[in-house]
């Protein structure tokens, strides 16, 4: 499903340049729960990021369900994110604006083909009640609580059902009770047959998935 081959990234030049990543090789199938762990700035979130086409490779190929995500343009992977990734990041990345029915629909209004507005309704209903917290629906992201927001941002990345789930620290900013609620949901929507991929450095959090991959200086041990 996902296959990396001898991936490098590089960012400026010179004497400026650092090699984020170095000749990663990796394979993902389908249907996998893993953990990427390592310490500040080992290359994990750079890693995150070229899985859920956020970056492009320096040089290397990167493969995501037999395609080529190399040779995609901005726009194709724009659609690719939309339609088959969904993100959860630490500080929940929710609109402060938006009410968390508003929050969950994002990526439905940006689908392609078009959805209608009370198909994306019913959605984000069903989204909510799977998750237990359908109650939140017409509340703002300021009245609910760490636990509640990392809960609407699981919900909204689920919400195109992807295949696969990326998530950047879900946890760091939880206590250990809504930590233990927010890995279970990842076990659950793994157990649903979707790939999940946390980067973590909370060990408890990585022992709680069937894999472990730990990268040092850009390099996969």
Request: charged fraction near 25%; avoid cysteine.
């Given at each position: 499903m996902i296959k990396l081959e001898n991936v490098s990234k590089v960012y400026g030049k010179g004497d400026l340049e650092v090699s984020a990543l170095k000749d990663v090789n990796l394979k993902i199938e389908e249907g996998e729960l893993i953990a990427i762990t390592g310490t500040s700035g080992s290359g994990k979130s750079t890693l995150l990021n070229i899985l859920g086409c956020l970056d492009k490779v320096t040089s290397g190929k990167y493969t995501l369900n037999n395609r080529n995500i190399n040779n995609l343009s901005q726009k194709e992977l724009s659609l690719v994110r939309n339609q088959s990734i969904g993100f959860v990041v630490q500080y929940f990345a929710l609109i402060d604006s938006y009410t968390v029915g508003e929050n969950i629909r994002i990526p439905l209004d940006y689908a392609r083909p078009r959805i209608s507005m009370s198909k994306k309704n019913k959605m984000v209903e069903s989204a909510l009640d799977e998750l237990g917290i359908l109650k939140l629906k017409n509340k703002y992201?300021?009245?609910?609580?760490?636990?509640?927001?990392?809960?609407?941002a699981i919900a909204r990345a689920m919400i195109n059902n992807p295949e696969v789930i990326l998530a950047d620290e879900p946890t760091g900013n939880l206590d250990t009770k809504n930590t233990d609620h927010i890995v279970k949901l990842f076990q659950e929507l793994n157990a649903m047959g979707r790939t999940v991929i946390i980067v973590t450095h909370d060990m408890k959090v990585a022992d709680k998935c069937e894999r472990v991959l730990e990268i040092e200086d850009g390099v996969i041990l």
């Open positions: 992201p300021d009245q609910i609580s760490g636990g509640e927001a990392q809960r609407v």
